[in-house]
Nanobody, 121 residues
Framework: QVQLVESGGGLVQAGGSLRLSCAAS????????MGWFRQAPGKEREFVAG????????WYADSVKGRFTISRDNVKNTLYLQMNSLKPEDTAVYYC??????????????WGQGTQVTVSS
């Protein structure tokens, strides 16, 4: 149905930047609200950022507001997360997720395998 593949993770120094990508294999990418989540070792998965099907609405966790930017390209079927001013506490596995915008569900239905982001101090 929907396959999501993240890329762009890596090791970066504090204060640096990374851009994550999530390629979606789906018939109509624009039918899906998209989100980024992360999970640090020993912690629960947490929401990072989300965008509506059109990209016209975005929302962020307070911890990343002003530093991260979520965007999407509905022609390329790709979701992005631009991460600036990275901090060691941003270290986590980052996941992209999708849910049909018409479902009315608050939970995301489809998940990628994750990409590791490590921020050194």
């Amino acid at each position: 149905q929907v396959q999501l593949v993240e890329s762009g993770g890596g090791l970066v120094q504090a204060g640096g930047s990374l851009r994550l990508s999530c390629a979606a294999s789906v018939r109509t990418f624009a039918n899906y609200d998209m989100g980024w989540f992360r999970q640090a070792p020993g912690k629960e998965r947490e929401f990072v950022a989300g965008t509506s099907w059109s990209g016209g609405s975005t929302w962020y966790a307070d911890s990343v507001k002003g530093r991260f930017t979520i965007s999407r390209d509905n022609v390329k079927n790709t979701l992005y997360l631009q991460m600036n001013s990275l901090k060691p506490e941003d270290t986590a596995v980052y996941y992209c997720a999708a849910k049909p915008f018409y479902s009315g569900n608050s939970d995301y239905d489809y998940w990628g395998q994750g990409t590791q982001v490590t921020v050194s101090s």
